[in-house]
């Protein structure tokens, strides 16, 4: 069984654009969660999302959001990128928000200049 | 802020047991003990959760103590591929609606052959 896949691994973009991050959970996953990580802050939970609606959000500005379709997959979008938005975006995804464990994927590296 | 302290790193020798300490003596009565672990370049990987009993799977054993203030993770026979940063970490079960989960910067366990 095919992993979580998320894409792209690498984005470098600069101030003020937005990004979408997106993220396959594995296959019969409904719930799919995304973090934060950085040197400074650690793993931050950003947001958890089960049968296309938010269940559960961390303590992120407005400028991060998510969503997620039909098939579970899900994307995050953060609009006027700020340096500190430089992390590693992880999406970790289980068979439904009650399951505690879940499967992470590789994360996609965002690059802000 | 994080609700766990760890040490910052620690070394084990291969083929002997590996026992992570974690100190989460703030951990309120709904709240579990998860351990997950990163290998670097990789996603998070969840490794085992307790309440107040001791727990154990086929990657390794929880020990939690009687006043449930600290915990101790025991990878039995560690080998070069247990090399990872080992997160404890305290949560509300999962599906809870206040679940939000914060890492804090993880034990750095190194394997020597």
């Known amino acids: 069984k095919a992993g979580v896949t998320q894409t792209p691994r690498y984005l470098i973009k600069t101030r003020g654009q937005q990004v979408t991050l997106s993220c396959s959970p594995i296959s019969g996953h409904r719930s799919v969660s995304w973090y934060q990580q950085t040197p400074g802050q650690g793993l931050q939970f950003l947001f958890e999302?089960?049968?296309?609606?938010?269940?559960n959000k961390g303590n992120f500005p407005g400028r991060f959001s998510g969503r997620q379709f039909s098939n579970s997959r899900s994307e995050m979008n953060v609009s006027t990128l700020e340096l500190g938005d430089s992390a590693l975006y992880l999406c970790?995804?289980?068979?439904?928000?009650?399951?505690?464990?879940?499967?992470f994927g590789p994360g996609t590296r965002l690059t802000v200049l | 802020d994080a609700k766990t302290t760890q040490p910052p790193s620690m070394d084990c020798a291969e083929g002997r047991a590996a026992n992570l300490p974690c100190n989460h003596s703030t951990i309120s009565g709904n709240e579990y003990v998860y351990w997950y672990r990163q290998i670097h370049s990789q996603g998070p990987q969840y490794i085992i959760h307790?309440?107040?009993n001791n727990e154990t799977n086929e990657m390794a054993s929880l020990i939690i103590t009687e006043d449930r203030k600290s915990s101790t993770l025991i990878l039995p026979h560690a080998t070069l591929r247990d090399t990872a940063v080992y997160y404890c970490?305290?949560?509300?079960?999962?599906?809870?609606?206040?679940?939000?989960?914060?890492f804090g910067p993880g034990t750095s366990l190194s394997v020597i052959p």
């Open positions: 999302y089960f049968s296309e609606t938010q269940r």
């Open positions: 970490i305290v949560r509300v079960e999962r599906g809870t609606s206040y679940d939000k989960v914060i």
């Open positions: 970790a995804s289980s068979l439904d928000f009650t399951y505690n464990e879940q499967f």
């Open positions: 307790g309440l107040k």
